[in-house]
């Protein structure tokens, strides 16, 4: 029994010997690439200095609640171009159409009326049909039907 034990041991030392070889590995490398940096050995070769798509110009206008790219050239850091001419538009809406969602959801204390209804409460006027219009408009109207296991209260 004990010697099946040490085997089952020495296998997975073995495992973590391997993994530690590999990070060892790649820690290895990155201080033999910051080397050749420190010693000027390392030249991007991808693009040339006097390409014309390393000209960076262009001109900067701040206008109210917009960001607006026109013809600007998708690259990536070597030079390499994704999309020689991108042009759109960012606006920013009015605070009253404006809602965050956050990255992890967030669910109130309550039914599921409740949860409609956040960030507004019980109190404001809002009448079942109008909540039901909504469930029927992200097609979860199931979940007031009464035989779902959430509750719905109305």
Do not use: C, W
């Amino acid at each position: 029994m004990k010697l099946a034990e040490a085997m089952g041991r020495l296998v997975l030392s073995g495992r973590e010997l391997t993994r530690l070889a590999g990070f060892t590995l790649r820690v290895t490398d990155m201080i033999q690439v910051l080397n050749d940096l420190h010693a000027g050995k390392y030249t991007r070769t991808m693009i040339q200095s006097d390409s014309p798509t390393t000209n960076h110009t262009g001109t900067i206008e701040y206008k109210d609640h917009v960001i607006e790219f026109q013809n600007v050239p998708l690259m990536t850091p070597n030079g390499d171009v994704l999309v020689p001419s991108l042009s759109f538009k960012l606006v920013k809406p009015a605070r009253s159409k404006l809602f965050y969602i956050p990255q992890r959801p967030y669910l109130t204390l309550g039914s599921l009326r409740d949860q409609i209804l956040y960030p507004n409460t019980a109190d404001d006027s809002t009448d079942d049909a109008d909540l039901l219009g909504l469930l029927q408009l992200v097609q979860l109207e199931y979940l007031a039907d009464g035989t779902s296991e959430i509750l719905f209260i109305l």
